[in-house]
């Protein structure tokens, strides 16, 4: 089984972030587009598992969101992994309580890394993955990322994370939840 963590993304702004992927499909860049229901925010990649090791997996998810409080967050700005030079992957910003978001997902890597997963060594970035580039630009794609950036996709709350498969179909890559994990109403630490 191949897993990640993850919140999802209210409807209405996974409908916002197709918009801005249409205008991105201006730019001179071959990109491999997610699904918008494939859009979500990832706290930490698995990779893959044997099956037997999911109640394990479940138990440390439940006991990284004990204590956490819902968080809310905005989608905003469009950019590109690298910084600079060509880029690798096609992203939306994430701006809000960043705070809680990261207070999440260090309790996920204490609790997964408990039981065996190694810890991410990158800094936690909040975003968005909209694509990864497939080939090199055909010509200066820095424009359509601007006028994207100034498409709104909105705010939302982070008030579950969920355990999610990953497969690969004859449709593409799909994601479906193996649980969901409900953080505190507030008033967290």
């Known amino acids: 089984m191949r897993l990640f963590v993850a919140a999802e993304l209210p409807v209405e702004v996974r409908r916002r972030i197709a918009g ?4 991105l ?3 001179p860049l071959r990109v491999r587009w997610v699904r918008p229901e494939g859009i979500h925010l990832t706290f930490k990649f698995l990779g893959e598992v044997d099956p037997g090791r999911l ?7 439940l006991q990284a969101g004990e204590g956490i409080s819902t968080f809310r967050l905005r989608a905003a700005g469009v950019g590109a992994f690298p910084g600079r030079g060509a880029p690798r992957v096609i992203w939306v910003g994430v701006e809000g309580e960043i705070e809680m978001a990261g207070r999440l997902q260090e309790a996920l890597e204490r609790s997964l890394q408990a039981i065996g997963f190694p810890r991410e060594e990158r800094p936690f970035r909040p975003h968005l993955t909209l694509g990864r580039v497939k080939g090199p630009a055909r010509g200066d794609w820095r424009p359509a990322l601007a006028r994207a950036s100034e498409e ?3 705010a939302f709350e982070v008030s579950e994370f969920a355990l999610f498969e990953s497969r690969l179909d004859r ?3 799909t994601h479906s939840v193996l649980a969901r994990f409900p953080l505190s109403p507030g008033g967290g630490p």
């Open 25 to 27: 499909e201006a730019a």
């Open 55 to 61: 109640a394990d997996i479940k138990g440390a998810l």
């Open 20 to 23: 801005i992927v249409e205008v």
């Open 152 to 154: 709104a996709p909105g």
């Open 171 to 173: 449709h593409g890559l």
